[in-house]
């Protein structure tokens, strides 16, 4: 039925319908032919909202899809301001730090963004900024040794996981031994 429709509008608004339950149901085979249709057509969509909706809903077979037909691994959406790959990394979602380690598509150097500092302080603090880490560094930061595994197998260097100026190990060992400097 999609293939008939008879303008843009139309056959748009049907493959968003049968893109949103197919990306829900986690069938890579579908998405990839929705993808198809979509190509043919000479369209295209934003796919980087829905990365991070398969992060985070666990649909693992459509996370490498999206990438191949155009999800930006390494946008930065959310509260945080994250890309896909720290978002899995933080919520503890092993299999799609594999998936997204696995395609080779996300630039491990890109650190987490400060939080903006208000324009008036009433008072002045001496509170010290925790490091900006990349996603590698906040694997070592929550300890999820699950997740620091994904990102060892996959051969990433351990100098991507620094805490700040700190060796991850170093860290590590500091703050299972109750130094809490960092």
């Known amino acids: 039925a999609l293939r008939f429709a008879k303008d843009d509008d139309a056959f748009l608004r049907r493959w968003t319908k049968e893109y949103t339950l197919t990306l829900k149901h986690d069938n890579a085979y579908e998405l990839a032919y929705l993808f198809g249709l979509l190509k043919k057509k000479q369209l295209s969509v934003n796919a980087d909202k829905d990365l991070f909706f398969a992060i985070?809903?666990?649909?693992?077979?459509?996370?490498?899809?999206?990438?191949?037909?155009?999800?930006?691994?390494d946008a930065r959406l959310g509260e945080k301001n994250?890309?896909?790959?720290?978002?899995?990394?933080?919520?503890g979602y092993v299999e799609a730090v594999r998936a997204l380690l696995k395609s080779k598509k996300c630039d491990l150097k890109l650190r987490e963004?400060?939080?903006?500092?208000?324009?008036?302080?009433?008072?002045?603090?001496?509170?010290?900024?925790?490091?900006l880490l990349t996603a590698f560094?906040?694997?070592?930061?929550?300890r999820n040794s699950?997740?620091?595994?994904?990102?060892?197998?996959?051969?990433?260097?351990?100098?991507?996981?620094?805490?700040?100026?700190v060796d991850p190990i170093e860290w590590l060992l500091k703050k299972n031994f109750g130094d809490d400097r960092l």
């Open 146 to 165: 699950y997740v620091i595994e994904e990102f060892a197998k996959a051969g990433v260097s351990a100098h991507l996981a620094m805490i700040g100026d």
């Open 82 to 91: 994250r890309t896909a790959l720290m978002e899995a990394t933080e919520g």
């Open 113 to 131: 963004i400060a939080e903006p500092t208000p324009t008036v302080t009433p008072q002045p603090t001496l509170a010290v900024q925790p490091p």
């Open 137 to 142: 560094g906040m694997a070592v930061r929550s």
């Open 56 to 73: 985070s809903e666990s649909k693992i077979k459509a996370i490498p899809v999206l990438l191949k037909y155009g999800a930006d691994c």
